[in-house]
Structures are given as structure tokens and as C-alpha cells.
């Protein structure tokens, strides 16, 4: 009878150390997916700052091609500037917050000089010239404004850990 009572203990014993070793590694797995969801946003913000870096690059080539008058520099760089906010916008809508709607309003003004710039074969008027200098620059200090605000956003997380 002491042998039986003995393996009792002992058997409940092991089923303790297991319960516990199982509710320490729930709590171990769950730490670790809340890191890897912080990890997943930051490298997703990084992406998004990295991709309204090169669209503020563009857009300043844009304005200086407009400004230089040098207009089929000018209409090749409106088309890559157009489709790739167009994708940035889409992919990194998370990240945009209330920017969001003034980007999807230079997107159209985007269009309205791609139009213009595509209508005019040759060299525009000083008066079109000034109105697409305008819009460019207006683009040009809002996606400064979103890079500038994505990095500092990722800045912090780097430094918060």
C-alpha cells in the first residue's frame, strides 16, 4: 500500500511541475508574439519612411525639372512620382494618419500636371510654369512633411527599445 500511495504523490507531483512548466511557457510565447508584433510594425514603418524618402527625392527632382523648364525630364518624373505614391499611399495607409487625405488630393493634383505637362509639346508660358511650380512645391513640402514625421516616429521606437 505505501508503494501505491508513493506513486500517487509522486504521479501529482509531475503533474504539478508539468501545469506549471506549461503556463510559464504560455506566458513565455505570448511575450514573445507582442515582440514580434513591435518588431513587425517598426520594420513596417521603417519601410514606409524609407519609401516617402525616395518619393520626396522624386518630388524635388520634379520641382527642379519644372523650374529648370525642362519638361520631358519633367513628364517622365510626374509618371514614376504618380504610380509610386500611388502605391506608398496604398501600402502604408497605417502609418499616413490625418495626412492621408491631403496626399490622396496631391495625387490628383498629380494627375492635373501630368495632364498639362503632356497637353503642351513644346516650352509652357511663364504663367503655367509658375501654376505647375506651385503644385510641385506644395507636393514636394508635404511628402517632406511625412518623411520628416516617419522618421521621427521610427527614431522613437528605436530608441523606446
Not at 8 to 20: E, I, K, P, R, T
Not at 95 to 124: K, P, W
Not at 135 to 152: F, V, W, Y
Request: net charge positive.
Amino acid at each position: 500500500m505505501i508503494l501505491h500511495d508513493l506513486f500517487d504523490w509522486s504521479n501529482s507531483g509531475v503533474g504539478v511541475a508539468g501545469l506549471g512548466l506549461t503556463l510559464w511557457a504560455i506566458w513565455q510565447a505570448t511575450g514573445a508574439k507582442a515582440a514580434a508584433q513591435r518588431a513587425e510594425k517598426s520594420i513596417r514603418r521603417q519601410n514606409a519612411e524609407v519609401d516617402f524618402a525616395s518619393l520626396h527625392r522624386m518630388a524635388k527632382e520634379l520641382h527642379g525639372y519644372v523650374e529648370g523648364g525642362k519638361m520631358p525630364e519633367a513628364r517622365l518624373r510626374t509618371t514614376d512620382l504618380r504610380s509610386d505614391l500611388a502605391l506608398a499611399i496604398r501600402v502604408h495607409q497605417a502609418f499616413l494618419g490625418s495626412q492621408f487625405v491631403q496626399l490622396r488630393e496631391r495625387q490628383v493634383d498629380l494627375a492635373l500636371v501630368t495632364e498639362g505637362l503632356n497637353r503642351t509639346a513644346g516650352v509652357i508660358s511663364q504663367s503655367e510654369r509658375v501654376r505647375l511650380l506651385g503644385i510641385t512645391g506644395a507636393i514636394l513640402d508635404l511628402l517632406a512633411g511625412q518623411c520628416g514625421k516617419l522618421r521621427s516616429s521610427v527614431e522613437e521606437g528605436v530608441s523606446n527599445g
